[in-house]
Nanobody, 123 residues
Framework: VQLQASGGGLVQAGGSLRLSCVASGDTFSAYAMSWFRQAPGKEREFVGITRNTGGTYYADSVKGRFIIFRDNAKNTVYLQMNSLKLEDSAVYYC??????????????????WGQGTQVTVSS
């Protein structure tokens, strides 16, 4: 599976941005899809996940501001980011998980990763 993330950029605090991740090479609908992010000097952290059954889970830091959703017909997962804060600045990565794991916050549970897209929130 190849994952191609896009949509990052520079946005002012309080603004919105939508990231996209297009998958190819396997049955997209069979995978749970997640977004992670990594700021300079920090570990990669979980942002949100959409299961192939449709359930979604979020990190507490983004709950109520970010929405993750998927379009299986387009092999695409999205991350709608609203009310962006300075601390949301990071490189955002999409990831695919073939076998559902309750440890979905653990990066080692993922089979494939996208290349990352930079999000910078300015004051």
């Amino acid at each position: 599976v190849q994952l191609q993330a896009s949509g990052g950029g520079l946005v002012q605090a309080g603004g919105s941005l939508r990231l996209s991740c297009v998958a190819s090479g396997d049955t997209f609908s069979a995978y749970a899809m997640s977004w992670f992010r990594q700021a300079p000097g920090k570990e990669r952290e979980f942002v949100g996940i959409t299961r192939n059954t449709g359930g979604t889970y979020y990190a507490d830091s983004v709950k109520g501001r970010f929405i993750i959703f998927r379009d299986n017909a387009k092999n695409t997962v999205y991350l709608q980011m609203n009310s962006l804060k300075l601390e949301d600045s990071a490189v955002y990565y999409c990831a695919a998980q073939r076998l559902w794991s309750l440890n979905y916050r653990d990066t080692s549970r993922y089979d494939y990763w996208g290349q990352g897209t930079q999000v910078t929130v300015s004051s």
